[in-house]
């Protein structure tokens, strides 16, 4: 007998959760389509992004270092220190709108094919799920057995995989912060001479461990708040995943006996298999409607679509669609949100752009000595200043310091050229010593230049001393 017309989602209660609270384990069935094959290249991309960069190298260190503990900092070959922090804002902001703008055009494409929860719980822990322990009905039947010793010694070594898989992942992530040789160093030393790092690696570990092991999929429906800030970022125009009520329904076992044309009822494409609800890492069922639980996997999309072709029907029951589209209206593309979205995208990319290549490859700060503003010797007037070379190219650069003065000034620099590494600093002193006279106070200036890059700065200092004598 067909069932009702689907009227909406269940919001009773999460679809991972029983209703009496305790904990309903999800084993997704295997899928086969375009979706999860796609999905399978773009994980295995970002899976050997995320393994290969620390390796790579660029302008004679890591593409990506950061050396929290000495506040240096190598990204794809640019250098920054602890003063460039206030361009991580324009990067932020420019990775928030971003998301904005995805979300507001292509839905929660973010979460089913590149957030890092997705990629790999999907693209290694689940694979190696499956190698081990068989398909979604063997893994239940497993589940609901009891622990013979094939059970035990399949649970072993998949939790055995598990923590060697969520070791090297941590490892990784280690190597962002202290390099390959650091981390290398470390491993063959031991973690007596390196507590913190061996620490912060098992830590990591652990959290790993736990995550993909057991919570997994509560993760994304208990603590990340982007699911239940889609609503606010989404329109009736925004892409997502989808079931169109109109063509499914009235749902039913699909029926090989012959009837009367008159006695035949309706009934809708949908046959009631739940192979869409066997699919999905997040166990709802996309034909209650839109849910916060959805991660726009497309797992169901390409469940059904394998359903409707053995029926000998159109594919997109369920589908990638808006929810105007899913209503048989047009989707608009260009829209307020969208510009809106994309014109703060925008404004931010290009502060970012500015923001970084405007940046000079050399700090250079004129400071005044503590103490007194200015010493008097007989009839000259001296000032001492200390220049701070910070230099922030990746690689050996040399300075020269040049001082300009208005009036006939003896200038004393020490150095008038320095020698530093990359993100090396200096404190060079200065002292500049003029007759006392009228003309006193007035502005000197230095001058700075980057051998390496051709870059100068220039600073300005202002020269105190009392008023000249009259005349």
Known sequence: MAQPRASGPDTGHLSSIRPDGSRLAIHPSDVRGRFITWRHIVFAVLIAIYAVMPFIRMGGHPAIHLDVAARRFYLFGGTFNAQDFWIVLFLLTTAGFSLLFATAWLGR??????CPQTVFLEGVYRRIERWIEGPRERRLKLAAGPWTPERVLRAVTKHGAFL????????VALAFFVSV???GTM?????????VPFAWAMAVTGALYFNFAWFR?????????YGRLQSAMQDRDSLLIGYDIARGEPRGRLVKAKLALAEAPRQGDCVDCRKCVTACPTGIDIRNGLQMDCIACAQCVDACDEVMDKLGRPQGLIRYDSLNGLEGQPRRVVRPRLLLYGGLLVCSALALTVSLVGRTPFEANLLRFQGLPYFLEGTTVRNQFELHLVNKNPVESTFTVRVDSPVPANVVVPQQEVTLGSLESFRLPLFVTVERSPRVPFVFKVEVSDQASGQVRRLEARFLGPPGPSR
Do not use: R
């Open 109 to 114: 494409v973010w979460c089913g094919w590149a």
């Open 164 to 171: 060697a898989v969520s070791w090297l992942l941590a490892h």
């Open 181 to 183: 040789k650091g981390l």
């Open 187 to 195: 491993v063959l030393d031991g973690p007596g001479g390196h507590a």
């Open 217 to 225: 999929e509560q993760l994304c429906v208990v603590l990340c708040p």
